[in-house]
């Protein structure tokens, strides 16, 4: 089969397509034909080096998977409409054209997820899931989400606004009738508007890092949890969080649980671009721009 894997870390010219033999699935596991494969900006990270605890070269990259099941077992049959996250940290697998997973993180693809928007949602989604489930988001809330419009947050803000909460998302202006499309109550444009003038809020989810966190913990109510999903990020001084009365939460980690991808509400996932799998450079360009609405998908 055709997987896209480096031999060594660098920019997004060391990813090259290679023939390898096809994953076998073992007890508890899946064979997948892939048919879209999220790009999630860890990725680029991992390629360039910035994890090597998570793996070295060779390897291929990619947790998002959408597609077939090859071989009838674990529940599932074969040809069923599948999608799920393989296991996190690691280095993943997903830019080829099988992966394994495992039958508990994976799940039958809902009708209101085409397969592109599948391969596109489990790494976000999931983040967003269990980042608004650590802050305890409920209804009457009100929740701000930074970067509304990316990977994460264009799925966060739908989840918050499914739990009953009212939203504030961030974004550039051309941006904002795309987050009010998704339910959004209020949007800052954040290059001319500074977020810390609203209103107080329940909780804020970081999706920015550096001084945001710092800059967010202004807006919440005593009481109001700032929960941030920044690798790298230094955090945020617990002991000040206290002094604030706030308390704050660092969510790096996705747990890959088909129960939580089988409980996400309806969501509109947005496909910034579909890229063959061949062409994976240039999808991690795209994400590394750091500008992209919603998500990028390879498709082998
Ligand atoms: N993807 C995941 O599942 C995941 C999981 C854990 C952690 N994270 C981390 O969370 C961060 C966000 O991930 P992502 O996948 O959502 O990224 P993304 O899709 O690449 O984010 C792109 C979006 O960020 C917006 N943006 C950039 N700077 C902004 C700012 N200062 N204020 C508001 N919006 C801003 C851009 O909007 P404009 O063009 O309007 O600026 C663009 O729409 C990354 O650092 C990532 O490593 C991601």
Known sequence: MRV????????ASVLEVADVAT??????????????AGVNPVDTYIRGGGFPALGEPPFT????????VEQAGEGFAAGDEVYGLLDFPGTGGGYAEYAVLKATSLVKRPSWLTL?????????ALTAWQALGRGGVSAGQRVLVHAAAGGVGHVAVQIAKARGAY?????SAAKHDFLRSLGVDEVIDYRHQDFTEIEPVDVVLDTVGGEYAERSAGVLKPGGVLVSIIPGNPGFDVD?????????????SVVASGADLAALPQLKVQIDHAVPLAEAAKAHELVESGRTTGKVVLVP
């Open 116 to 124: 592109e928007q599948a391969g596109a949602t489990p790494m976000v």
């Open 61 to 68: 990259l990619g947790w998002d998977v959408a597609g077939t």
């Open 4 to 11: 896209i894997t480096q031999k060594t870390v660098g920019d």
């Open 23 to 36: 994953p076998v699935a073992g007890p508890g596991e899946v064979l997948v034909k892939v048919g879209a």
């Open 167 to 171: 939203v504030i998302g961030t974004a």
């Open 240 to 252: 000040r969080a206290s002094a604030l009365g706030i308390r704050f939460e660092l969510v790096l």
